[in-house]
């Protein structure tokens, strides 16, 4: 019996140990996979959570820009021009500040209050790493001016937006499609038509042609001043 006992001693020995180095390699081997794989969804998670504050932010600065281009006070003009630079970059910039002063005039003499109310807002285009963005915001342009009837709105626009600053800035404005009257009769549109002089889709915005008027706004950021017959800013 001491015979068989001192030789199956050590095989179990052995295989003890064998057993606790297979264990440990198992251990560590599964360790190293849930590094990588936890590192991986750490990563695609910050990346996920970094495209959606990089969508909201985009979201809330371009409602933040169609109100200010499309919502104006003519005893307090300075401030909506003041705002639009402030969230304005490049050639969008470059034109609110060289057609500011005609702007001012025209609604100050015309005493127009235009208020725009954001509807709805979906980002189209996104590239974080360009920081670069595009959404297009629906809405309602209500133009009040004195001794004449109010004038409402409903239309939409792309705004193109650059990072800078470490936040997003309006860099062009575009209507997209017509401009729809919303609770005027048959007559009043034609009569609005006749007043616009076939302008529709013309440059206008803020810094534009006609956006007393009616809101509208083709090419919010061009800032021609052009068809100035119109009776807008």
């Not at 575009?174 to 076939?198: C, F, I």
């Amino acid at each position: 019996m001491s015979a068989v006992d001192s030789t199956t001693e050590p095989d179990r020995k052995t295989g003890t140990r064998t057993f606790t180095v297979v264990a440990a390699l198992v251990l560590v081997i599964g360790l190293v996979i849930l590094a990588v794989f936890g590192v991986r969804y750490l990563r695609e998670r910050d990346s996920v959570a970094e495209i959606v504050e990089a969508r909201e932010s985009a979201n809330v600065t371009a409602s933040e820009v169609v109100q200010t281009v499309f919502s104006f006070h003519y005893e307090d003009v300075d401030a909506s021009l003041t705002r639009l630079e402030e969230i304005s970059a490049g050639n969008f910039l470059t034109e609110q500040r060289q057609f500011s002063d005609e702007v001012r005039k025209r609604v100050e003499e015309q005493k127009a209050v235009v208020t725009a109310t954001i509807s709805n807002t979906a980002v189209s285009e996104l590239n974080i790493d360009d920081g670069t963005a595009a959404v297009i915001v629906v809405f309602t342009a209500t133009s009040e001016r004195e001794g004449e009837e109010d004038i409402v709105r409903r239309q939409s626009s792309v705004v193109d937006l650059m990072w800078e600053d470490d936040r997003w800035k309006a860099v062009e404005v575009n209507q997209v499609g017509a401009s729809v009257p919303v609770g005027v009769s048959s007559e009043s549109v034609r009569e609005l038509e006749g007043a616009l002089g076939g302008s529709e889709g013309a440059e206008g915005g803020l810094t534009g042609s006609d956006q007393t008027d009616s809101g509208e706004g083709g090419d919010a950021g061009s800032g021609t001043g052009e068809d100035t017959d119109d009776g807008g800013p």
